[in-house]
């Protein structure tokens, strides 16, 4: 109303205070959108810093976690280093062993070689001992003739017995061994290998006592198996020999054989 009074210009007056009015309706609205977007901003900020906060407590974590997988992989590494040293160690050593049993087959081999020789010159020796004989017999051998009379005796009735101490084939006689048997008054009822002995006295034996020959033959073999020392004269030498007999009774007879004692000592 005051614009119309005012004429003209109190109309442009009017429109200047009605765009001041919008205008500052504007402002209030656009101060009031300001603000909220300020709260909201805030607000977004104040979620923001929580979230960087969370984000540096993770990267904290995060950065302990590679410290102590930095430090896990030293140790490893250490570890790598120790066992690397180990294994170069072990294959050393391995070598080493390969070496000693390679060393340790040859060896081997030269002692089977040197065994095989060993064995052969053995074999070559014994050979030559089993060919190798005295001229005489040893108390050894004298008592296992006796012991093989006595055995052949268990399979063999008395008079086969006899017959077979004299028998040439039998074996009852060695070199200057021979196997006899005596009856109680002396008489030879066997004697190895020599038939024409049989029938003969210990009495008429040249050189010897022959009666004191046959009690000593009786009171051992009677006492039990034994030795029976005596001198006689050697029938390839003819030179007086200590000599001795190693007699057993069996059945009635008086079963021995004899070697010289001078041959007998060597033995032993």
């Known amino acids: 109303v005051e614009a119309a009074r005012a004429g003209e210009q109190g109309r442009g007056f009017a429109v200047v205070a009605a765009e001041v009015r919008t205008l500052a309706q504007r402002s209030s609205a656009s101060a009031k959108e300001i603000r909220e977007l300020i709260e909201a901003s805030r607000t977004q900020v104040e979620a923001g810093v929580s979230q960087i906060r969370t984000a540096g407590k993770s990267i904290g974590q995060i950065v302990s976690g590679v410290r102590g997988v930095a430090a896990n992989m030293s140790l490893i590494s250490a570890s790598s280093a120790e066992q690397s040293t180990g294994l170069s160690e072990i294959s050393s050593a391995v070598?080493?062993?390969?070496?000693?049993?390679?060393?340790?087959?040859?060896?081997?081999?030269?002692a089977v070689t040197q065994s095989n020789q060993l064995e052969?010159?053995?074999?070559?020796?014994?050979?030559?001992?089993?060919s190798f004989m005295l001229q005489q017999?040893?108390?050894e051998e004298a008592m296992q003739l006796v012991s093989r009379a006595q055995a052949m005796r268990q399979q063999r009735g008395r008079d086969a017995f006899v017959h077979l101490l004299t028998d040439p084939a039998a074996g009852f006689h060695d070199r200057d061994m021979y196997v006899f048997a005596l009856d109680g008054s002396g008489v030879y009822r066997a004697?190895?290998?020599?038939?024409?002995?049989?029938?003969?006295?210990v009495q008429d034996i040249?050189?010897?006592?022959g009666q004191a020959l046959l009690h000593a033959i009786v009171d051992q073999a009677e006492a039990g198996e034994g030795w029976v020392e005596y001198d006689i004269a050697n029938p390839v030498t003819g030179a007086i020999q200590a000599k001795m007999s190693y007699v057993v009774k069996v059945d009635d007879l008086y079963v021995g054989c004899g070697v010289y004692k001078t041959v007998a000592r060597q033995a032993a």
């Open 206 to 209: 040249a050189g010897v006592d």
């Open 120 to 130: 052969q010159r053995a074999a070559n020796l014994s050979q030559a001992v089993s």
């Open 95 to 110: 070598t080493q062993l390969d070496q000693i049993t390679q060393r340790n087959a040859q060896m081997v081999e030269r």
């Open 191 to 201: 004697f190895g290998g020599k038939p024409e002995k049989v029938g003969s006295r």
């Open 137 to 139: 017999g040893t108390a």
